[in-house]
């Protein structure tokens, strides 16, 4: 059984630090603080998801004419199409188009035409625009990623080997996510009183980096779509439903 050294930068952090306050863990343990894992790592996201941590862009190119999101995107702040022709010299220029982003189904009043736009079906996790564009280039937010390791036979002798991923959270919360999943453990076992001292301290510890930290929780005013202007705030044009800013959480 790895120590728990005091950091906490990797899933294994964790699993080692839950090992110095649970006990060992055997295989079915071991499941359930995956599950854990998962499940503090979205709690906590909920919290922090506008940290540009999370921030991310995406390029599409279309198969059989349709732009299909990456899994995980959670938030669409911006679509921009380029067009790319080819003149008779074989030279090629491209032109670039920002849509007005629209949810499919919201029922909205239709734009007065003077913008393309872009339709969002977060059911299919496809995106529609009014034209026929080479490459979208998608920019918003994402879902933390669960893929807590991967699985390597490489080594002398060969054996399976797990390599833990770095914890997918804005580095200062990273210890209040380890006492998160030690809270889940000891509630799982029925100790809800340690239960309940490990997830306090961890909620305590996140709200006060919450307090402390404003930037890396809730991003920039730009990523919101925001503009300021002295003391007042302008959100950015919106048309019809227009879905800049909406949590779409593609699948």
């Given at each position: 059984m790895a120590m728990f050294t005091g950091e906490v930068r990797t899933y294994l952090d964790v699993r080692n630090f839950v090992e110095a306050v649970y006990g060992p863990l055997d295989e079915a343990s071991e499941t359930q603080m995956l599950v854990f894992m998962g499940n503090a790592l979205d709690q906590m996201w909920a919290d922090v998801r506008k940290s540009s941590w999370f921030y991310d862009e995406w390029e599409l190119t279309p198969v059989e004419g349709v732009f299909t999101l990456p899994a995980g995107v959670a938030r669409i702040c911006d679509i921009v199409g380029t067009t790319t022709t080819v003149g008779d010299d074989d030279s090629e220029s491209?032109?670039?188009?920002?849509?007005?982003?629209?949810?499919?189904?919201c029922g909205g009043s239709p734009c007065?035409?003077?913008?393309?736009?872009a339709v969002v079906n977060p059911v299919t996790g496809t995106i529609t625009p009014d034209d026929e564009p080479n490459t979208l280039m998608v920019s918003g937010f994402r879902r933390p990623s669960h893929q807590f390791f991967t699985e390597t036979t490489t080594g002398t002798p060969p054996a399976p080997c797990r390599l833990w991923a770095d914890i997918d959270l804005p580095v200062p919360f990273r210890t209040a996510y380890a006492k998160a999943v030690a809270g889940f453990m000891f509630f799982g076992a029925g100790d809800h009183q340690r239960a309940g001292d490990w997830l306090n301290l961890a909620n305590g510890e996140a709200a006060n980096l919450r307090v402390a930290m404003p930037e890396i929780v809730d991003g920039t005013p730009e990523q919101r779509g925001i503009y300021r202007l002295g003391t007042k705030t302008f959100f950015a044009p919106t048309c019809g439903c227009n879905a800049t800013g909406e949590w779409i959480y593609a699948a």
């Open positions: 491209s032109t670039e188009v920002t849509y007005e982003l629209h949810l499919r189904g007065d035409g003077s913008v393309l736009q």
